[in-house]
């Protein structure tokens, strides 16, 4: 092998982003919180994230950014519904405000009551109080994503006039295998 191949082989391994074998499922509810194309205020839909933990990537001294991979479907009780790809979990430490989980989907599709386009990101943001948590580490069960019960929130955009459909998170449920 090539002093050059050797050299790029070993820089590839080095930044190389490996997924874990963790398997994991969240599913949660989410009331609306304004009213979208066919949906009334407070319609209830379901989401569901399937996922594998990615690499931990630190960016400065108060969050962790997981890539990982995975999707999220929202589904309306009309069967109209909403998909995106998981480029990322951050965890955020902050003393000052609040610590958070954030679930950061692109790629955003779908039909949710009747509004074909959409505008990324699409995001569930589980809150805590400041200073709680001890670690960056992700939640493998229920029990670690019950400390992120402060606030949940979810939220998507549409193009056209960067409109924010808001959403309350209840029955949030997390594990891993």
């Not at 391994?13 to 490996?18: Q, V």
């Not at 963790?22 to 009331?31: H, K, Q, S």
């Not at 505008?119 to 400041?130: I, K």
Request: some cysteine; charged content about 20%; glycine content about 10%.
């Amino acid at each position: 092998m090539s002093l050059r191949r050797l050299a790029l082989a070993a820089i590839t391994a080095l930044f190389a982003s490996p997924v874990l074998a963790n398997d994991c499922l969240v599913t949660f509810d989410v009331e609306t919180g304004a009213d979208h194309g066919t949906l009334p205020l407070g319609t209830l839909l379901r989401g569901t994230i399937r996922y594998a933990e990615g690499q931990s990537m630190k960016l400065g001294s108060e969050t962790v950014s997981y890539l990982s991979t995975g999707t999220m479907e929202i589904v309306a009780p009309d069967g109209t519904g909403l998909t995106g790809l998981l480029r990322a979990i951050h965890m955020v430490r902050t003393p000052h405000f609040a610590d958070y989980a954030s679930f950061d989907l692109k790629d955003v599709a779908g039909d949710l009551g009747a509004i074909s386009s959409y505008e990324d990101p699409m995001l569930v943001t589980l809150y805590a109080p400041g200073g709680s948590l001890q670690s960056f580490d992700l939640p493998r069960d229920a029990d670690g994503w019950s400390a992120f019960g402060q606030r949940r929130e979810f939220q998507v955009h549409t193009p056209d006039t960067m409109w924010t459909l808001p959403g309350l998170i209840s029955n949030f449920d997390g594990s891993c295998k």
